[in-house]
């Protein structure tokens, strides 16, 4: 089955660490995406990426970086510089990025810093 | 800057009574509109979206949504609740690009 899949499901880190979280799609979609989830405030885009070896700011992305070395793949690492990691992280991807076209979700990881 | 709100933050509705979740968007040009839904600790399922054509538009698991531009809103609703349908639904407004922007979620309990 075709499908987003990001890992681990929970997270926790102690704060001043690093930690990259996964996503992996095999819908052979170009485009791919990260967002933040904190309750009461819906979902922000931090970083997207529209084609491999090629990814651009969102609206949050200080304390955040990523790759894009794989069609398949868009890593998030949550850098010690992000002051309040502990959050929900989504991963979505979609066709492309020309016009509008559906972005499809993964089922997100829950980091906490402890 | 194109902007979604959604004014209700928790809903409470009876099992086999309507529901209508409010969504209003601020954009200058024609919008494309989607609901999406997220059960807890999951991720976003695609409800239903808005490109252009019939304003009425029928999604998934019985809900609709109508466009209405005079009042840039694009109101979600369902005729029937069933308690499966508890869960937060957000709506989210796009250009036309690929920056998706979403309201801060409507919270939906339903009530035996």
Not at chain 1, 24 to 45: I, K, S, T, V
Not at chain 2, 10 to 31: D, K, M
Not at chain 2, 75 to 103: I, M
Request: net charge neutral; aromatic share 14%.
């Amino acid at each position: 089955d075709g499908g987003i899949t990001q890992s681990p499901k929970y997270l926790f880190r102690k704060e001043g660490q690093n930690v990259t979280l996964s996503c992996e799609q095999n819908l052979n979609h170009d485009a791919m995406y990260w967002y933040r989830q904190d309750p009461g405030q819906g979902l922000r885009l931090i970083y997207y990426s529209q084609i491999v070896n090629d990814f651009q700011k969102g609206d949050i992305a200080e304390g955040y970086s990523v790759s894009r070395e794989k069609k398949e793949s868009f890593p998030l690492t949550v850098t010690s510089a992000q002051k309040n990691p502990t959050a929900f992280y989504l991963c979505a991807s979609s066709i492309d990025t020309t016009r509008f076209n559906e972005q499809f979700f993964g089922p997100g990881t829950r980091l906490t810093v402890l | 800057a194109q902007s979604v709100t959604q004014p209700d933050i928790h809903i409470t509705v009876s099992e086999g009574a309507s529901l209508e979740l409010r969504c209003n968007y601020s954009y200058g040009a024609t919008p494309y509109l989607f609901w999406y839904v997220q059960s807890p600790g999951q991720g976003l399922q695609l409800l239903l979206k808005y490109f252009s054509g019939d304003t009425l538009v029928q999604g998934i698991k019985g809900f609709e949504a109508e466009f209405k531009r005079s009042q840039s809103s694009f109101n979600l609703r369902k005729p029937s609740v069933h308690w499966s349908d508890a869960a937060e639904y957000f709506c989210a407004v796009t250009t036309g690009f690929q920056k998706l922007v979403f309201g801060t979620g409507t919270r939906l309990l339903v009530s035996p």
